[in-house]
T-cell receptor, first 111, second 112 residues
Framework: KNEVEQSPQNLTAQEGEFITINCSYS?????LHWLQQHPGGGIVSLFM???GKKKHGRLIATINIQEKHSSLHITASHPRDSAVYIC?????????????FGKGTLLTVNP | NAGVTQTPKFQVLKTGQSMTLQCAQD?????MYWYRQDPGMGLRLIYY???????DKGEVPNGYNVSRLNKREFSLRLESAAPSQTSVYFC???????????FGDGTRLSIL
């Protein structure tokens, strides 16, 4: 089974700061997922990436397949970015049907 | 376009009672999933259905059963609820294994 580690567990920032959340996994994969969960809310898929970098607005996700590591960056952070950010990878590196999820990083952005 | 709809949103049960959580998606997705989310733990897969007519166990299937009623609907049944099943349950779907999952809003279930 793929093991997923996220860091940090908790992150507090001031509005406008640049944010980085990290995700490491143990078994080679075909693609990695980043998801967002607002407090008490549902879960939204932000990115699915298999190489390089993807950007959506102020969010940037990068992945290094050789290092088995991905980062999620938020530029010019805003209080509405406050949420739990979750990394997920295929369970066993082969089939993508089952995902293993990290425990999440709780981000709080203060005004 | 509603996406993934879960019912109910909240439920309180007594130990030993049974209930079925309903999930429906209107995106013509092939795969559907049931997860539970507990404090301090990542989402854990209970059961999934890779396609209509198939179901498979996930990481934590004990105490649960599922039915893939048709392509749209995937239900989760607790036959005899236990306090350890107190959790938030999420249903998800996706068109194929190489696409992102779409999640419902969750069902908050408490078992006394």
């Amino acid at each position: 089974k793929n093991e997923v580690e996220q860091s940090p567990q908790n992150l507090t920032a001031q509005e406008g700061e640049f944010i980085t959340i990290n995700c490491s996994y143990s078994v080679g994969i075909s693609a990695l997922h980043w998801l967002q969960q607002h407090p008490g809310g549902g879960i939204v898929s932000l990115f699915m990436l298999s190489s390089g970098k993807k950007k959506h607005g102020r969010l940037i996700a990068t992945i290094n397949i050789q290092e088995k590591h991905s980062s999620l960056h938020i530029t010019a952070s805003h209080p509405r970015d406050s949420a739990v950010y979750i990394c997920a990878v295929p369970n066993s590196g082969g089939s993508n049907y089952k995902l293993t999820f990290g425990k999440g990083t709780l981000l709080t952005v203060n005004p | 376009n509603a996406g993934v709809t879960q019912t109910p949103k909240f439920q309180v049960l007594k130990t030993g009672q049974s209930m079925t959580l309903q999930c429906a998606q209107d995106m013509n997705h092939n795969s559907m999933y049931w997860y539970r989310q507990d404090p301090g733990m990542g989402l854990r897969l209970i059961y999934y259905s890779a396609s209509e007519g198939t179901t498979d166990k996930g990481e934590v299937p004990n105490g649960y059963n599922v039915s893939r009623l048709n392509k749209r609907e995937f239900s989760l049944r607790l036959e005899s609820a236990a306090p350890s099943q107190t959790s938030v349950y999420f249903c998800a779907s996706r068109v194929s294994a190489n696409q992102p999952q779409h999640f419902g809003d969750g069902t908050r279930l408490s078992i006394l």
